[in-house]
């Protein structure tokens, strides 16, 4: 294949990703995702369950040997002192020392860590959705925003033409310079306006790129999904999903408290030398005598009982509160919804033909142009309230979209 062609190929794979970025505009799925893997409240939540997994592992095992070194029955006083040669009863001593956990108590404290290691999990899904809904209010923010400076340029772009029409007809002697000082003072107005709309539409797109790390130069219109039940919401909810697993860790600890009665067994074996005399070997078993079980070992597994309950109603609670917030969101929805229709059809509507009707007196010479400008941005206005309307509709519609965990992240 020629050098030029092969060129050719290469120049236009290299161009084909931002040709693509230039054709398709950014999506809210796209933020969505890249917002996720941009997290570093998700990295930090992984980084967590990665070491509840480490911990759990190691809380099966036995505790570490204990290596004993010493000599006993060493003289303090006397020609001999602190002489291991003087007595036959001085013994340099080397041993060893284990602490033996019953099988039941390390399955129980894993059973702890395991439960940790779920919660911490769980933590993870719960950075990622509060990543997925931060960046859909940011993304939505942004494309309102941008739609508004498109209405707002319009109005500019009205009040230009109407002053340019005003100036032509002053020239002309048909029209007066009250008309056009009007005029003149709407394209001032527009222009602050258009900067004003300018200004908070940056800050937007400044917002979003927070949470996506790119600059979104052209937003689609954001598609947001079906809203969940509210089953499904409150199961999802991050902090029911959160408060469910703060049970089962309780429920862990209470029985290792309960296990705590059996003491563990320690045994020791050490060998002693002495100089002259036989070597001896010793052998012992420690047990600790829990002499007040019921001032001490049951007073530890009440207080984690208590914990459970404290669990649980902490957990209630949250349900109780997602159940409001499901509640309270749909009702808005569902508000703003029949505010967008109402205002469309009642309002917005009405205003188009009266700015028609305004235009076809202008040509007749029946209305003059301060009346036509005046129409039209009655017109913009109105339909910058029901971007405002559709603004708020889809925040909230994403807060219920967006609010609950994945299905993955909250099992």
Not at 183 to 196: P, R, Y
Not at 235 to 244: E, G, M, N, S, W
Not at 280 to 291: A, C, D, E, K, Y
Request: proline residues 4%; without cysteine; charged residues 25%.
């Amino acid at each position: 294949m020629p050098k030029n062609i092969l060129r050719a190929v290469a120049l236009a794979a290299a161009l084909l990703p931002a040709i693509r970025a230039v054709a398709e505009p950014f999506t809210l799925d796209q933020a969505v995702d890249l917002a996720v893997q941009r997290s570093q409240m998700a990295r930090a939540a992984r980084a967590g369950a990665m070491s509840a997994a480490e911990m759990a592992r190691a809380s099966g095992q036995q505790p570490d040997p204990m290596l004993t070194v010493g000599i006993d029955n060493l003289p303090v006083t006397g020609s001999g002192r602190f002489s291991t040669n003087a007595e036959d009863m001085t013994m340099k001593r080397i041993g060893i020392a284990q602490e033996w956990v019953s099988a039941d108590k390390r399955s129980a404290r894993e059973a702890v860590s395991s439960a940790m290691h779920r919660r911490e999990t769980v933590m993870e899904g719960v950075a990622a959705a509060d990543a997925r809904m931060q960046t859909a209010m940011a993304y939505i923010e942004a494309y309102y925003a941008g739609e508004a400076l498109k209405l707002t340029a319009l109005n500019e772009k009205h009040a230009r033409e109407e002053l340019e029409t005003g100036k032509g007809r002053l020239a002309t002697l048909s029209g007066n310079s009250a008309e056009v000082l009007g005029l003149t003072s709407a394209v001032g107005a527009a222009e602050d306006e258009s900067a004003d709309t300018r200004q908070q539409q940056a800050a937007a797109v400044a917002g979003l790129s927070r949470w996506t790390g790119e600059p979104a130069e052209e937003l689609a219109a954001p598609n947001v999904a079906i809203a969940p039940t509210s089953d499904a919401f409150v199961a999802a909810h991050p902090l029911v999903v959160a408060k469910q697993r703060d049970i089962d860790v309780a429920r862990q600890e209470v029985e290792v408290a309960r296990l705590s009665r059996k003491p563990n067994w320690s045994y020791e074996v050490s060998y002693g030398q002495r100089v002259g005399r036989p070597d001896l070997m010793s052998f012992g078993v420690s047990i600790p005598l829990p002499v007040a079980p019921a001032a001490r070992q049951d007073r530890e597994t009440a207080a984690k009982l208590a914990l459970v309950e404290k669990a649980e109603a902490d957990a209630e609670e949250a349900r109780r509160a997602a159940a409001g917030e499901y509640a309270a969101l749909s009702s808005d929805a569902r508000r703003l919804q029949e505010r967008v229709e109402r205002f469309q059809t009642a309002v917005l509507e009405p205003l188009k033909q009266r700015t028609a009707a305004t235009l076809a007196a202008y040509r007749s010479n029946q209305a003059s142009l301060v009346m036509v400008f005046e129409a039209r941005h009655a017109e913009v206005e109105a339909q910058r309230k029901v971007l405002n309307l559709k603004r708020d509709l889809a925040k909230t519609q994403a807060q219920l979209v967006f609010k609950p965990m994945s299905q993955g992240a909250a099992q």
